[in-house]
């Protein structure tokens, strides 16, 4: 909708009155008409009603029965803008400290269960809490800024905003527990698995070089950017 060049819609986009897949018409011979800048606000009104009330009637019709049970239909409404919707729907604590000391409580590790000795290239066994690549993650996340902290929620779990309950409540059985798994070269940024809580970590040598790399990761990357 927002596309600038009207004169050019059709031949940018090259799409019909169709949706879906397979293909369904949006309306009768949708899939000879063509959308252009004239006709494009109807085609995203058609999209959305058949995504809402076609593709997830079933799921939408038992959540919207829901929400009227909660909310004076026309009294409610009257001025609401999205982000007033957004904020009650999932509260508005931007501001306010994420709690990561809860979440290490129960963080699993993965192939941080060994670590180098300084006397010979052998391996001893240790609490992968305590490995020293873990120790200094967990120094870098307490060290950083109230914006930092937020991108690094986003950067493991694809939101800023923590769970009700807060990062305490990331933990079975109402969530997936949260991951660190050893893995990739020391030469490489942090990655993650949104869908799985999940933090690729490689191990460090020395463990320092985290801080950089982690900080890099969170801030240049681009997920899901759910809300």
Known sequence: LAFEQRDRVA???????VHGDPPVALCPGGEHLEVTHRNRRRFARLVATKVVHGDVADRFDRFAAGFWTTAARHAFLDGLEASDLRDVCRGHDDDLPLEWTELRK?????????????????????????????VEFWRV?????PAESRDLLKFITGSR??????LAALKPPEHAPFFIYKNGTADRLPTAHVCFTTLLLPAYDPPEKLGPFLLSAIQECEGFGLR
Not at 107 to 134: L, M, W
Not at 141 to 145: K, M, P, R
Request: include cysteine; charge should be negative; proline fraction near 9%.
């Open 11 to 17: 031949e940018t986009y090259l799409r019909t009155f």
């Open 141 to 145: 996340v307490e060290a950083l800024s």
């Open 161 to 166: 905003t923590p769970p009700v309950g807060g």
């Open 106 to 134: 129960h963080t699993k590790y993965d192939g941080f269960d060994r670590v180098a000795t300084t006397a010979s290239s052998s391996e001893r066994r240790c609490d992968p809490d305590a490995h020293p690549v873990i």
